[in-house]
């Protein structure tokens, strides 16, 4: 059995992990910390906007592998994966977590944000697409008092003012609870915590008895017909909550994304790691990957160092999972200058100006990445791999910014799933 | 602060602000904190009570705003389990922030039992002579009420087992092998636990290491000063760690040195380097030496030098990583190693956290939230098996034996039984 | 149109407009005060925060220094919630000449301020960051001053004197007869409408802009030169006093702890449009340099935001008009009768935000002479309205308070610990404000993380609790990402960089702001 080792452990890194070692390999996962999953909105996104709103994510990818992009500009890294690992991609991450993922690349859902906003996104949870929005669609936007990251008067009327798609508006109305997630410090006055996170509620909405006394609160205000849209906050835990609730309450539900915490975030780092764990995945949290060996132009190992020893961890090929800017893959110092952490490999999309005034334009600095070959392996200016048996994924990868074209979780999912199957192809 | 105090706690507090080099360096991660609130998410201890701010508020916000001084002393609600530190993507080291900033409190005003409870070495020194009594006098309800009202240990919370005689004690009287030791000789860190209490343990880590082909050597050992440590006591605790490296390195300088105590492995390895700053080329030696006992077995296994001739064992067990083994680095050697097992199946508790953090859980003020914290652990242990769990360190497991009411051992005793040794 | 009539109608909400407007209420004037924006929005909140002790200009400017020694003084006693007294070095660094501690020493002990050597030694027990290769340090009684609440203390205390304080009023026509000035119009531009002020007296206390409310006047050219500096915050307290290089006054000779965190300033160019100032990257890395010879280490520490501000200098035929720094940084007032045949209209330009409050009193007093009227000045002795309870600022008291409310409220901004109570209560007091306006008296939104995760939070409050329409909450966030952004990309490294993206993900990633439907018209305040 062949040890790969995956560092970064992000959607891109969780997914290579478990589809190495479905292949049977032997997988050791380095990671910093926590990933970058539970920071995001929970849904899985291929391709919202291109620059219009799209509609056919898989389509639209289709479209971007085929446009003809200028000299020296970065191609969108679609065009390198291509349609067929988009489809593999998001097929294998359905068949991973068939209770938390629901959808199909032909089709994106409408799905309203924590501030209103209408977003397209390809996968969603079970407990979100009662949200896709159609015209008169009768909304009751339900937020918490103690639940500082959603306003439901905000989130209801810049949805009843945004003209839909297809025409037509929602009709949604707004109504704000006095409803507490849990008791407040003992001893105090206060019958309960006034400040509290999107995790409290979720763990409260764990336990039916707190379903139970919430449906009885709000039922009595709901009309007929609404459905009812939350923050994401219907249990952690317990995958039927929510729909346990619509249930009690006899109204359709759905859950909005929240910002960090995000609680459908969490749930699906949680499925992905506990999956990789019970497949035999060695995991090894709180470390830094600060080097590494080589041999003949394969990496041999990489170099940790937890305390003030080191501890090397060799292996037979290794997945580069450490996302771009935000998680540290890439850095730029404050000269300006830009590199890959870890290997120092060379990137693409390096500009003199790579930051812009305008804050809603697009900025270069976040397009700039690595560019990698069929099997994903990092390549120099010749087209040659830097290392051969080294493959990048997920956010590290050059050619576009996934919070605006809305495609990180495609393309993290679509590379993860195509290295792994390289690396199996070449360990076996 | 007076002159003693700040010998006591070891910082130097000028009029303006903390200065120590542990708190420069921790001081200086709070630049990488983006706020992702992954640590709060996971922080046992804000999970149950809202007592606690949680680690990104007491951490990284509240450290820009401290200047040296403590104002925030609901911060000693955190645990230092290090939970935070461990989850943080960004490298904030955020349990270290909170300990420094509590050893500033502390500083200030240390209560009694603090500083009792911080000396391991001699509460096990007292009461090894005494067992017998001192058990009874744990056991006491009254007894434990006194405790509780003059030093504010709660009367529930698990305390160490004292044991008749001390490894030590053993360790000279036992029979020497006669076998030769093919390879080679490494050095015994028991600890104080280990040492006066969890006696077995370190009996049967020496019994596995011997058995394996290894000359085990003991040289007379002191206190890592780990509980001083989590109790802000950082002189006391800094001068108890070099005393004990140098007891270590007085056994050999170049060998690896294994211990089966999780948590003062930690201190060795990183705490008293992270969270005091202590920097002393004695202390890096005996960092880069120093293995826990599964991590070096699977270090072994994976240099294809463990013998795998364990023998079948139809058994389901739970197993909980403590916080201060996970904080390592590592992983989970443990789950590895057990894996080899034929017929075992171990399942991992995936608990953050078992409450007791050390001390934490002894406190008066602090026992129902720790028993809170554990308490999906308990319940994890008991639905798993109700006769045994598996556990790396001493205090988690009298916590997880305490409030469970299943027997706890370390891995090892499962490696030795496998190996046939018992 | 709106009419009012009073005695004297103060142009500009600066510093200087601020401690005009209470000096000439506190003397009995009836009075109002026309900002076109929101107070402290130029010069004054545009600065690096340092009150200073005099030091700095003990060899460069006695005069300067001996009323900057004094101003500091009746700062810290009658503002003391404004001022942090940190303490200050000047300090010696490598290849320094060490003989100007000597000049320093002869100029402080000539002009009255305070300063003392101290051992290198004690320097570094003091300030562990600070470059071990110090030669000299000399101690002085600098301190850091927060501008904006140092404005709006001044304000509030005019307001209590009958006052009104008209922010976001642009003044468009200063009327005159027969070479006395009559009326100001405005236009208030949040209220949409025309306000028109008669009064005999107006005080042109305009800053960068004030030529151009002379020349509205119908006075000559009044030649204000605009020297430009930038400024950059770094994440959080590197040194527990302000530290200035022991050198005569050059550009990135000053850090400042200003509240969490500390600014490095500043640069000095001409500006010839104080409404379009740039932090061109050429400045940003002379400041990140002359950071590292302070604190070695300074380019890895966290740089926030950075931001340009002008000193509005009038011009003094003593130096080179290209020359900004060196010009008078003493206060220059404009007499209009002599020089413009025009009665009622006094002009003041230079001097500096620590002496401010003494700038007010030279132009009012001005102005009585001229209107042959004795009122003495007496805003040296009276404490301005909630000054801090009688002490000085300290960074751990937002911690405090939030200790002890921490079961009681919300936290919205987490980074600068404003909690819900405080952020509703300006909104409740400034309906038309915007985000801005709010951060500046709150810090909302000036932590490590830039607005991430406070301006939804505040957004969902203005909603509920500020009567605003979910449209114009939606703008106003947008608004603030965007003005949060123009202090950022100039000096996005490092660290701030993840925290970029982080918020790009959040505000565009997963609540996908910029695809709300636009307004018919674009909110700009």
Partial sequence: ?428 | MSTDQQRESGLIITPEGLAFAGHQLSRASLDACIKCTICETQCPVAAVTPLFSGPKFVGPQAERFRNGESVDHSLDYCSSCGTCTLVCPEGVQIAELNSQARAVMKAKKMPLRDRLIGQTTLMGKVMTPVAPIAQAALNNKPIRVAMEAMLGVHRDAPMPPPQSQSFEAWFRKRPRPTEPAPRGAVVFFHGCAGGYFEVETSKQSVEVLEHLGFEVLVPKQGCCGLAQQSNGLFGGATKSVLKLCDDLRSAGTDLTIISASGSCTGMLKHEAHEIMGVDDERLRDVGTRIRDIMEFLLDLHEAGELPTDFAQTELTVPYHAPCQLKSQGMGKPALEVLKLIPGLTVIDSNQACCGIAGTYGLKKEKYEVAQAVGQPLFDMVKATNSELALCDTETCRWQIEKSSGVRTEHPIWMIHHAYGLS | MRRLTVDVVVIGGGSTGAGVIRDVAMRGYRAVLVERADLGQGTTGRFHGLLHSGGRYVVSDPESARECAAENAILTRIQAGAIESTGGYFVTCPGDDPGFAEQFLAGAKASGVQAREVGVAEALRNEPRLNPGILRAIEVADGAVDGWQLVWGAANSAREYGAEILTYHQVTKIETANGQVRAVHCRDLKGDQDVQINCDFVLNCAGAWAGQIATMAGAHPVEVVAGRGIMIAMNHRLTNRVLNRLVYPTDGDILVPAHTVSIIGTTDVLAHDPDDLEIPSAEVQQLLDAGEVLIPGFRDTRALHAWAGVRPLIKDDRVGAADTRHMSRGMAVIDHTLRDDLEGMLTIGGGKLTTYRLMAEHIVDKMCRKRGETRPCRTAEEEVPKAGAGHSHRVTDRLAAREADRADDQLVCECELVSRKMFVDALVAQPQASFDDLRRQLRLGMGPCQGGFCTLRATGIAVSEGNLDAERATELLRLFLANRWIGLWPILHGQQVRQAALDSWIFQGTLDVEHLPNPEVAVTR
């Fill in chain 1, 1 to 428: 059995m062949s040890r790969v080792v995956v560092i970064g452990a992000g959607l891109a890194g969780l997914v290579a992990a478990n589809r190495l070692a479905d292949t049977g390999c032997d997988v050791v996962l380095l990671h910093q910390g926590l990933g970058g999953l539970q920071s995001g909105q929970g849904t899985i996104d291929i391709f919202g906007y291109n620059p219009g709103r799209v509609t056919n994510p898989i389509k639209a990818v289709a479209a971007e592998t085929r446009r003809r992009v200028p000299a020296g500009s970065l191609s969108h890294p679609y065009k390198a994966l291509g349609v067929k690992a988009v489809r593999v991609g998001v097929e294998y991450l359905k068949q991973v977590l068939p209770e938390l993922l629901v959808g199909s690349v032909e089709s994106n859902y409408q799905l309203p944000t924590a501030v209103g906003a209408i977003r397209p996104t390809c996968l969603a949870q079970p407990s979100m697409v009662a949200g896709d929005v159609a015209a008169d669609l009768e909304l009751a936007i339900v937020g918490f008092e103690q639940l500082k990251d959603f306003n439901p008067e905000l989130v209801a009327q810049n949805l009843n003012r945004t003209e839909l798609a297809g025409g037509g508006r929602v009709n949604a109305r707004h109504l704000l609870l006095e409803f507490r997630a849990r008791q407040g410090p003992l001893g105090s006055p206060r019958e309960g915590e006034l400040d509290s996170s999107a995790l409290s509620y979720a763990r409260a909405f764990d336990d039916r008895r707190y379903r139970v006394l919430f449906a009885k609160t709000l039922a009595p205000k709901l009309a007929q017909g609404e459905t009812v849209g939350l923050p994401a906050v219907l249990g952690l835990q317990d995958p039927n909550a929510w729909a346990d609730l619509a249930e009690l309450l006899g109204h359709a539900v759905f859950e909005i994304p929240l910002p960090p915490p995000s609680v459908p975030g969490i749930r699906l780092n949680q499925a992905l790691t506990a999956r990789a764990l019970s497949l035999g995945v060695r995991t090894v949290p709180g470390v830094r990957v600060l080097g590494f060996a080589v041999e003949a132009g394969r990496v041999v190992s990489v170099r940790t160092q937890p305390g003030v020893a080191t501890r090397d961890y060799r292996g037979a090929a290794f997945v580069l999972a450490t996302g771009g800017f935000e998680a540290g893959g890439l850095a730029m110092d404050s000269y300006g200058s830009i590199t890959e952490t870890l290997f120092e490999l060379p990137l693409v999309g390096l500009q003199n100006q790579s930051l812009q005034a305008d804050y809603w334009g697009d900025q270069p600095l976040f397009n700039c990445g690595l560019q990698v070959d069929a099997q994903l392996r990092p390549i120099g200016a010749s087209g040659e791999p830097v290392y051969a048996n080294l493959h990048a994924v997920g956010g590290i990868l050059a050619g576009s910014s996934g919070w605006r074209d809305k495609s990180g979780d495609g393309v993290a999912v679509a590379s993860a799933v195509a290295a792994a199957d390289a690396i199996a192809k070449e360990l076996a």
